[in-house]
């Protein structure tokens, strides 16, 4: 386990950067084989700007993989279900990224049973059994629920940067409840079921209430005498669908115990060379393009 005493350690969702790039650049640019490399190259830029800008000596990229075989597919069949597969051309770009991250001699995972945002709250654990803290970088609201004392949620391309009093400010929920809140709430973006009428506000103000979903569904009664607008329309909807909740929750909930996926190596290691020059090679990078990655290296 690194130092306690270290510098935060920065925990990367990567595939939301790949997947930006992918949609806003245009894919005019290929590598040697004539295979569109416009998400490598945003999401290069990206890594480039992290590193040089934050130097930062305890580092780690999660990304995403098929999620057929998904552990929340076997809960919920129709999790993510209205996002449409990769296509060959985008998977050939992500193998290319998780293959410029190592050959930087950085550590990367995927998992074809779990999401990035499980290694992240699995990495997240077991660093803070170490005292450090963790910088989170990602544009996804789910991994806000990771956020302890002294750690962030940063969407670095924007520049927010919150902690836990600020994600509150924000979710009107603290980083704890926030699987909770998705849980009531649902959310469109993964198919996860919520309950109907009942956005993310209302949830916030019923867990400031009630603190955690279990109280709040051992107290479906006391909903009505809250002070809000619709509160009787409210309570009757949480008890319609308190299985709806139940199933959820086990939807939204970040998994933070995976092995081995805990043994991760987070202090960046020497220059990979021959995949490094292998990559140069294949992505046509220009001398002067090479030269500045190698001034980044440890």
Request: proline share 5%.
């Amino acid at each position: 386990m690194p130092d306690p005493k270290a510098t935060p350690a920065w925990l990367i969702d990567s595939s939301i950067y790949v997947f930006k790039s992918w949609f806003t650049r245009a894919d005019e640019i290929t590598d040697i084989h004539g295979n569109p490399i416009n998400a490598v190259r945003g999401f290069m830029d990206f890594v480039y700007r992290l590193l040089s800008n934050e130097n930062p000596r305890l580092i780690a990229f999660a990304f995403d993989e098929s999620l057929q075989s998904s552990h929340r597919r076997d809960i919920y069949p129709a999790y993510k279900a209205n996002r449409a597969p990769a296509p060959e051309s985008l998977k050939i770009q992500f193998r290319y990224c998780r293959q410029f991250i190592r050959a930087l001699g950085i550590h990367e995972a995927a998992s074809s049973r779990y999401e990035a945002d499980d290694l992240i709250g699995t990495w997240a654990s077991s660093l803070r059994q170490g005292n450090i803290p963790v910088s989170i970088i990602s544009a996804d609201k789910d991994l806000a629920q990771l956020v302890h004392n002294k750690d962030y949620w940063w969407e670095y391309e924007r520049g927010e940067k919150m902690d836990s009093k600020r994600i509150e400010k924000r979710f009107k929920a603290k980083p704890r409840q926030i699987a909770d809140q998705l849980a009531i709430a649902g959310d469109k973006s993964d198919n996860i079921p919520g309950v109907p009428g009942i956005g993310m506000a209302t949830a916030g103000k019923l867990l400031r209430r009630f603190d955690n979903l279990e109280e709040l569904l051992a107290s479906i009664n006391q909903i009505s005498k809250m002070q809000i607008r619709g509160a009787s329309r409210i309570q009757r909807l949480i008890h319609e669908h308190k299985d709806t909740i139940c199933l959820s929750r086990q939807l939204t909930g970040i998994v933070c115990d995976i092995e081995p996926v805990n043994n991760a190596i987070f202090t960046r290691s020497k220059l990979d060379e021959v995949l490094f020059n292998q990559l140069c090679e294949e992505l046509a990078l220009s001398e002067k393009e090479c030269h500045k990655w190698l001034e980044l290296t440890p």
